[in-house]
């Protein structure tokens, strides 16, 4: 199993920053593809930022040129950092990781392991 924790969320003004976090403990290790989702209510879960072993990124196209997925193998930590924050952002982020070499998707479905998610509001 593979525990994930996320933290760094909360509100801010648009046009702020956030930088998330996500911890990986459990049968992790840095082969994993990592990936931050997020969900607003009444919508579904949508992938924000993908990063594979090899340190190749995608990001939806919504947050492109703002957000910027990073992973610290020596810490087993996955971040996000947010920039020029929109009120659209608003949702709840979630982190995810799977045990799939390479592997560098979007698709929530091909995801095992997921955290229990972290509130970001984003006030005009």
């Known amino acids: 199993q593979v525990q994930l924790v996320e933290s760094g969320g909360g509100s801010v003004q648009a046009g702020g920053s956030l930088r998330l976090s996500c911890a990986a403990s459990g049968y992790y290790d840095s082969t994993y593809s990592m990936g931050w989702f997020r969900q607003a209510p009444g919508q579904e879960r949508e992938g924000v930022a993908s990063?594979?072993?090899?340190?190749?990124?995608t990001y939806a196209d919504s947050v492109k040129g703002r957000f910027t997925i990073s992973r610290d193998n020596a810490k087993n930590t996955l971040y996000l950092q947010m920039n020029s924050l929109k009120p659209e952002d608003t949702a709840m982020y979630y982190c995810?990781?799977?045990?799939?070499?390479?592997?560098?998707?979007?698709?929530?479905?091909?995801?095992?392991?997921w955290g229990q998610g972290t509130q970001v509001t984003v006030s005009s």
């Open positions: 990063i594979n072993v090899y340190a190749r990124t």
């Open positions: 995810a990781a799977v045990k799939y070499y390479g592997l560098l998707t979007l698709d929530p479905g091909r995801f095992g392991y």
